[in-house]
């Protein structure tokens, strides 16, 4: 059954109008706080929309993430969308079509259970009544509150829903449109940004020598230590951030070390721990123990297209085009830090190249807004650049999971502690009441950067997300070790802290399960009662003809992982296959998942395929390195991702009831699948690799260590 | 010191006034509002700005605009519309080869490229020649099914 209860969307925005509107051109709009970030939102949207009004898709146009337009939703992040924003349509609509065949019924002087809707026209019999929702929409008052209360349809009278549907945002952009990156405004001027190399840098730099690297035709705009070259000519634009990144000189702050690279420097750091879950103690009859650390570095997010805003202030009003996730929480932190009247900032949602997380969007758009104060009347479009995209992003934060646990001789777990250390993983724009905003600290009245705070286990966690094992164990204890303070920025990337914990939980799982002598799969199905845990492990294992049998340790290996993510969103297992000489090669991939009501199920799979390929790159090739006081690693060159000629065959199943709730999925395969690298690797090697990314260089040194 | 440059752009011949060094890129955008081919890194390592110089893929994010010359310039725009489609076109849409698609431009002038050379190309030349193309979101094995597809479409077209 799909449960009724309100999404926090509706209680948010509880009228009906704020959600949908019946156009004279005889279509529906349907607006939603949720955003297009490349993840197919807006086909699912209309999608659910189509099925409880008994529209075609076609017949609802989209009107997506505008503070002035559209439903306040905070971010679209964390999976959630269709589950909320997709459970507040649902109501929404159920409940318009239930008020227009009240109105009908009334005027056919019928009762309503008599009527039925086909493409927005009222029918009764299969005939049509005459009447259709545009002509009975002033019948009905859409700004009454949203009830909740009317029953939505059954699974099993779906005709929109869990078919498979295109992507409506795709054609425009195969044709070469569609993105916040083409907009152009009449009298616009480019920006380029010179931003700070290191946290607290200082501009040393006087003025003239500022201006003097500027070049004809480009002026610059300088507030403090942040730097705008603004000019009609983007490329004159570009030049002169070039010269401006070879020439401005800096001092103070706190310039990167190298040692700050790799995850465990973290653990040098002052922390503030605390203790989930009940204290306990090393069994004392353990047959064995598994004791091991396991870390994954900084990420950088790495979108294709460099972050892109466009700003205009005009009559004291603050127009921004952004492609964040947030667009309201966006606005009020660019309120707040410029000192601009809340309803004076509108932020208006366009699209971007695909966003795994807080990227560099809501820092440009906040970019574009200084320079658009100082040249009022003048739009602003100001993009990164790849250095800017790939060091002045929030990066992933990396993280060291500990594991400790006592088996007894059948690998059956006595005791089990946790311990996490990293820094946070939800820095965005209004978090923790924060404002968030890169270049708001660069300022000469600067809005210096705050303690970093995690992000609430209720809302799944940041840090801390999936460090809670769903097998069978006895009461787990899990610390939490938060890094507060440290020069490097860190925030929101796909899927927060679930991918060291995952990779951790479920290397430990197979480390117990080889001192055991107890195969990874059978060991895993021996620990877990969750019955649709149990269907994909078995599930993967199947679709990747899984042999118990086989001993590896020849170059070539398979692995298993599993997870269910945030412990309260989709299921999913992974089965990797490599080969490892000096570099690890992913073969193919096979993830079986489990999300429920699955709205579209081909954009699901497109999904799946999609994280399943990130997390390869991810666990093989990806780490953000400092040197020379700065980040090292800025463009392509020195942080690689994964190449066509790379990437391996990828199967998906979907294995859901569509009896059971919608599950976000957008997030699910990233741990499994970097986990399932992970131990295949080791069955390859005969000698396990606990830091990613699994590497050249740490493979060769644990190849070598094994002898 | 703008200089009036003269392109051959998708079939049509165009004249801009603008710095002889700009990348084409830029030329291709600002002064031609031809906005399919896209910036990435402005380094030749992602492919988001290809485009076709006498049927060969070009970087156009760091191609002086002054050093085209005679070539003939191809853009998306130029290889296909929505009424008028290339096969690769109407294959990524029927593989539903995109997430973001900020990658697809690219995409289709390495495609483009390499169907114009053969029809049965294999999974490797596919690859090979995508070789240059980065995409982020992990849609790299809908792109070559799509290929694929794109690749029977001339072949059937071809024995028609
Ligand atoms: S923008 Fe030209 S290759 Fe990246
Ligand atoms: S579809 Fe997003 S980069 Fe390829």
């Known amino acids: ?707 | 010191m703008d200089a009036a440059i003269r392109l051959k752009v998708n079939g049509a011949l165009r004249e801009v006034s603008c710095d002889p060094d700009a990348p084409l890129l830029a030329v291709l955008r600002n002064e031609l509002d031809l906005k399919a081919a896209r910036f990435g890194c402005g380094h030749e390592r992602c492919g988001a700005c290809l485009v076709l110089l006498d049927g060969v893929p070009t970087y156009s994010c760091a191609f002086p605009v002054s050093a085209v010359r005679e070539r003939e310039v191809v853009t998306v725009e130029g290889l296909g519309t929505e009424a008028a489609p290339h096969p690769i076109q109407t294959a990524l849409l029927e593989e539903q080869a995109g997430q973001c698609g900020y990658c697809l431009s690219g995409i289709q002038i390495s495609a483009a490229a390499l169907l114009a050379k053969t029809t049965s190309p294999s999974r490797d030349e596919i690859k090979a020649a995508l070789e240059p193309n980065l995409c982020r979101c992990g849609v790299h094995l809908r792109v070559i099914h799509a290929v694929e597809r794109a690749a029977a479409m001339l072949r059937q077209g071809a024995a028609a």
Request: with cysteine.
């Open chain 1, 1 to 707: 059954m799909i449960r009724n209860t309100l999404p926090q969307s509706l209680v948010d925005n509880p009228r009906l109008d704020q959600w949908i509107a019946f156009e004279p051109d005889r279509t529906v709009t349907l607006k939603t706080g949720k955003v297009e970030i490349g993840q197919g939102i807006l086909t699912a949207l209309r999608q659910i929309a189509a099925e409880e009004l008994d529209l075609q898709p076609p017949q609802l146009k989209l009107l997506s993430g505008d503070t002035e337009l559209t439903p306040a939703e905070a971010f679209t992040a964390g999976s959630l969308s269709v589950e909320i924003g997709g459970g507040a349509v649902r109501l929404v609509c159920a409940e318009v079509r239930a008020r227009m065949l009240e109105s009908a019924a009334a005027k056919l002087g019928t009762d309503a259970a008599e009527l039925a809707v086909e493409a927005g026209e009222i029918t009764r019999a299969g005939t049509s009544t005459g009447l259709d929702y545009w002509s009975l929409a002033g019948t009905i008052d859409l700004s009454a509150q949203a009830t909740g209360s009317v029953p939505t349809k059954r699974p099993s009278d779906f005709r929109v829903v869990g078919r498979s549907e295109q992507r409506i945002d795709l054609p425009v952009k195969v044709f070469g449109g569609g993105f916040i990156h083409d907009m152009v405004l009449p009298g616009m001027l480019h920006a380029r940004i010179v931003h700070r190399p290191w946290t607290g840098a200082q501009l040393s730099t006087p003025d003239e020598a500022v201006g003097r690297l500027a070049g004809p035709g480009v002026e610059f705009v300088r507030d403090g230590d942040f730097v705008a070259f603004v000019s009609p000519d983007e490329t004159a634009c570009a030049a002169a951030l070039g010269r401006a990144w070879l020439r401005l000189e800096w001092t103070g702050g706190e310039p990167f070390a190298p040692e700050q690279s790799e995850a465990e420097w973290l653990l040098s750091l002052p922390t503030k721990d605390r203790q989930i879950g009940p204290d306990n103690a090393p069994a004392p009859d353990a047959a064995f123990r598994v004791e091991a650390r396991y870390s994954r570095p900084y990420l950088a997010h790495a979108s294709i297209g460099p972050s892109c805003a466009l700003a205009l202030f005009k009559d004291g009003r603050l127009d921004v085009w952004s492609h964040s996730q947030g667009v309201g929480p966006l606005g009020g932190s660019i309120a707040r830090a410029l000192g601009l009247a809340p309803g004076s900032v509108a932020v208006h949602h366009a699209q971007g190249a695909g966003c795994y997380g807080h990227n560099g969007a809501d820092d440009v758009a906040m970019d574009a807004a200084i320079v658009a104060l100082r040249r009022p009347g003048t739009p602003i479009r100001v993009l990164w650049m790849r250095e800017d995209e790939l060091s002045s992003s929030p990066f992933g934060a990396a993280m060291v999971t500990e594991i400790a646990a006592g088996c007894d001789a059948d690998g059956r777990v006595l005791d089990w502690t946790l311990r996490v250390t990293s820094p946070t993983h939800v820095s965005r724009p209004g978090a923790h009441g924060e404002i968030h905003l890169l270049s708001a600290e660069a300022l000469a009245t600067p809005v210096p950067r705050p303690e970093g705070r995690e992000f609430p286990d209720e809302r799944g966690g940041g840090a801390t997300r999936n460090s809670f094992a769903l097998y069978d164990l006895p009461p787990q204890r899990i610390i939490h070790r938060l890094v507060p303070r440290l020069p490097i920025r860190t925030s929101a990337l796909r899927g927060l802290g679930t991918l060291g914990n995952v990779f951790a939980i479920e290397s430990a799982i197979d480390e117990i399960a080889e001192r055991a002598g107890r195969d990874p799969v059978a060991y895993r199905l021996s620990i877990m009662s969750d019955p649709r845990a149990r269907r994909v492990i078995e599930r993967a294992a199947e679709m990747a003809a899984w042999n118990p049998d086989d001993e590896g340790g020849t170059g070539s290996g398979r692995g298993i992982a599993f997870s269910r993510y945030k412990n309260h969103a989709a299921y999913a297992a992974v089965v990797a296959e490599v080969e490892v000489d000096e570099e690890v090669r992913v073969k193919r991939l096979f993830a079986a998942v489990d999300a429920g009501l699955v709205i579209n199920p081909d954009g699901a799979i497109n999904q799946v395929e999609g994280g399943a390929i990130q997390a390869v790159s991810w666990a093989t090739k990806e780490q953000v390195r400092f040197e020379d006081g700065r980040v090292a690693t800025a463009t392509w060159d020195v942080y690689p991702i994964l190449r066509f000629p790379e990437v391996p065959e990828v199967e998906v199943q979907l294995v859901g009831d569509p009896n059971d709730p919608p599950l976000g999925i957008g997030e699910v395969a990233l741990g499994p699948t970097a986990a399932a690298i992970g131990n295949a690797v080791a069955h390859a090697l005969g000698v396990r690799v606990r830091n990613l990314p699994l590497s050249r260089d740490r493979v060769m040194a644990a190849a070598m260590e094994a002898g």
